[in-house]
Each structure stands twice: as C-alpha cells, then as structure tokens.
C-alpha cells in the first residue's frame, strides 16, 4: 500500500473537492450578495418545517423516479491527473417493481495514492444528494443565515449541523439553500462528518457542492456535485477532483383516474347514470405541477 492508503475515502474526497470549488463557481452563477435581515411574513422556524414537509415529499417522489448517475474521481499533481476512478449506474426496477442499482460502466481504477471504499459509495448515493426531511430535523442544528439569489431564484440560507455523532453514522454539515417559491433544497455546500483518523486509518471527507434542477415542474432533483480539493493527511496532501452527475430522471409507471362529466370515477364501477363515456377511455397524469418555468440551480458545467 502506497503512503496515502489510509485515505481509503476517495468518493468522500470527492466530497470535500466539491466544496472547495464552490467560490469560483458561484462568481460564474450570479450568487447575490447574502443578506442577513430576517425574513418578511414568515418565520425562520416556519420555512424550516414547511421545506422539511417538502423534503419528505420530495425523497418519496425520488424513490418513483428512474435515473442514470456517473462519477470520476481524479488525483493531480499540478495540473496533471494521475490517477482517476469512473463509475456509472442505473437506478431502476425490476419486474416486481422493486428498486434496482445496476452498474453500467466500470473501467479498470488507476488510482494509486487513494483508495474507494463502502463508505466514499455510501456518501456518493446519499449525502452528496443530501435530503433534510421532518424525520432528519431532530437529528440537526440548523440556524437561519439570511437570503441569497441563486441565478433567477431568490433563497432562504441555513447552516446545518448535526446536533450529535452517534457511532457508525455519518452525518452532512454545511450550508443549505431553499427556493423561497418552492420551500425545496436547491444547493447545498458542505461536508459528511465525522472525519475518521486513528493509528492504522485516516479517512478525511471533503467538502462538496451539490446543485438541484426542477424535474416535471414539482421537485428539484440533485442533477450535479462538484469537487476540488486538496485532503491534508498525515504523510501529505493529495488534490482531488470529482464531478458527479444525475441524469434521465423519469417518473416509473402513472397514476391515471377516470372523469365522466367532471365526477372521478373509480376503476371497476359504473359511470353516473345519463353520463356519457368519454372519447379515449382515460388519462395518466402527474403528481402536482408548478406555475412557474423551471429554472436551474446547475452551474456552467466543464
């Protein structure tokens, strides 16, 4: 083992590489200047449980939902990479309709000064998406910072942290963005914690940014995380990059519902007496819908 194996948390490099480009990017977005005033007609305790409510929707709608993810993680030395990991999956079901994880793409790693661990995919598949629900809030400090624009999206800022490091779990900490229309997560910008270090393994999770894209006009999905950092380990530092995408969201099956002259009929029973049937049989539709276009909280990408 070379003298970085310890640091057999490469995804979670990706993660701290991701955070510590997010200043210049930002200046290539248009993030407005962070005002600290309190918000006008609402209460930072009311947001906090009305974009926790949203959350939870918006990780059950998730868990509906079909999509492609890819990673790579590279080492440099200067300007120069000399080592990099890919990887991409489909997130899928199968026939019963359970969930599926199928790796699609997986060349050979030519990492030599890190090494990908369980916990590095763990903080991939779900802290870099990070989701703060009603279930997570009690498990977190999170205090209002001010507004901020985003883009064309004007947002309420918070900085979340865990309110204490239960054993074997790993927590996000950092700061978060809320769509002040939608009451949903947008960016988020941090890190999972704990870092791990101990006389026979170092493990150092990065900072990482990760921005949101409205899907089908309701939720805003996780589309791309981005890293760029040096990891201060013991026997030296290694500068990691890391670019994670989202990708082909699709909604997995429908809902559809009858209508006989503005009544909802349900399937197996008999329209109204006198109602005509309607030309077609049916439509499926989605869930909710905004009222809005659907902007992006995604970044010029390179």
Do not use: C
């Not at 200043?23 to 009311?46: K, Y």
């Not at 624009?149 to 947002?155: A, H, Y």
């Amino acid at each position: 083992m070379s003298r970085f194996a310890p640091f057999l948390r490469l995804p979670f490099v990706v993660l701290s590489a991701l955070l510590v480009a997010a200043p210049s990017i930002a200046q290539q977005r248009g993030e407005g200047q962070l005002i600290t005033a309190a918000p006008q007609g609402i209460t930072p305790e009311e947001i906090i449980q009305r974009f926790a409510a949203k959350e939870k929707q918006f990780a059950q709608a998730r868990e509906r939902y079909t999509y492609k993810e890819s990673v790579i993680v590279q080492t440099l030395e200067g300007d120069t990479v000399d080592g990099e990991y890919r990887q991409s999956w489909d997130i899928n079901f199968d026939d019963q309709g359970n969930r599926t994880t199928q790796v699609t793409y997986a060349p050979m790693s030519t990492l030599t000064r890190v090494q990908m661990t369980e916990e590095d995919l763990h903080d991939i598949q779900n802290l870099m998406p990070f989701v703060l629900t009603t279930d997570e809030i009690p498990e977190y400090n999170i205090n209002y910072v001010g507004q901020q624009r985003e883009d064309e999206l004007q947002t309420y800022v918070f900085d979340v942290s865990p309110k204490r490091i239960e054993k074997k779990k790993r927590y996000f900490e950092g700061r978060i963005w809320v769509d002040n229309h939608d009451f949903q997560i947008v960016m988020t910008r941090g890190k999972s914690v704990p870092d791990i270090r101990s006389k026979s393994n170092e493990n150092l999770f990065p900072r990482f940014t990760t921005y949101r894209e409205q899907v089908d006009n309701v939720y805003w999905f996780p589309t791309y995380t981005r890293a760029d950092d040096d990891l201060h380990f013991q026997s030296g530092d290694v500068h990691i990059r890391v670019i994670v995408r989202y990708t082909n969201y699709k909604r997995f099956g429908s809902e559809s519902h009858i209508v006989f002259n503005g009544q909802t009929v349900e399937p197996g029973s008999q329209p109204p007496a006198g109602a005509e049937r309607p030309q077609g049989g049916g439509s499926a539709q989605p869930p909710g819908g905004g009222d809005r276009p659907s902007p992006s909280a995604v970044p010029p990408q390179s």
